[in-house]
């Protein structure tokens, strides 16, 4: 069975940085595109930011310049660099990957984690 698992979240003050990990686990054949989406209390989950098996990269206009997305193929993980954060970014943190698993692709997402931007 296919599993992401994210790390890395927590508390920051305002202009501080985080680096949140999503390794992919399970038996899988190949992934695809990767990403990192967010929820705030009270509202939908949104794009931050993908990246492809290519390394082709995109991003959400308000995290542009700050936030930085990269994958290591190797180790079935994803990144996300987060720098000058503000306190419009707390939220929980999703990871998603289109992965094979066997036969057929699915969308597969982490537990999240929690992201705290307060002084």
């Known amino acids: 069975q296919v599993q992401l698992v994210e790390s890395g979240g927590g508390l920051v003050q305002p202009g501080g940085s985080l680096r949140l990990s999503c390794a992919a686990s399970g038996r899988m054949v190949s992934i695809r595109g990767m990403g990192w989406y967010r929820q705030a209390p009270g509202k939908q989950r949104d794009l931050v930011a993908t990246i492809t098996a290519g390394f082709t990269t995109n991003y959400a206009d308000s995290v542009k310049g700050r936030f930085t997305i990269s994958r290591d193929n190797t180790k079935n993980t994803v990144y996300l660099q987060m720098n000058s954060l503000k306190p419009e970014d707390t939220a929980v943190y999703y990871c998603?990957?289109?992965?094979?698993?066997?036969?057929?692709?699915?969308?597969?997402w982490g537990q999240g984690t929690q992201v705290t931007v307060s002084s």
């Open positions: 998603n990957a289109n992965i094979r698993a066997l036969t057929t692709w699915a969308d597969y």
